[in-house]
């Protein structure tokens, strides 16, 4: 079964860039037709939609962070990385990979996640803090 595993630094200084990266076992992120998706969770917050990268390396990000979010991949590792440049405490979050959603639709480009059951499976989530 497929599982997915955020890594990364739990605390990142304002104005830094968080970096994480989602190693994935049990799938290869290239199988047709998936997508990786990268979430937060900030604290007493909903989920918030990131971005998400094709099983063909198209990158779709929400307009929230489009001038700060890179997402990546390296096949080879099969994994998919997330940078958020420029970050501040309101970026303090519990961040998710997860594999999907079913796809990519106009709402994602309007920052929506769609229905949360597109979305299986999940990362456990990792805490990011950002603080000086």
């Known amino acids: 079964q497929v599982q997915l595993q955020e890594s990364g630094p739990g605390l990142v200084k304002p104005s830094q860039t968080l970096s994480l990266t989602c190693t994935v076992s049990g799938g290869s992120i290239t199988t047709n037709y998936y997508y990786w998706s990268w979430i937060r969770q900030p604290p007493g917050k909903e989920l918030e939609y990131m971005g998400s990268i094709s099983y063909g390396g198209t990158k779709y990000y929400s307009p929230s962070f489009k001038s700060r979010i890179s997402i990546s991949r390296d096949t080879s590792k099969n994994q998919f990385t997330l940078q958020l440049s420029s970050v501040t405490p309101e970026d303090t979050a519990v961040y998710y990979c997860?594999?999907?959603?079913?796809?990519?639709?106009?709402?994602?480009?309007?920052?929506?996640?769609?229905?949360?059951?597109?979305?299986?499976?999940w990362g456990q989530g990792t805490q990011v803090t950002v603080s000086s």
């Open positions: 997860a594999r999907g959603p079913r796809g990519i639709s106009s709402a994602h480009f309007e920052g929506l996640m769609g229905p949360l059951n597109e979305y299986d499976p």
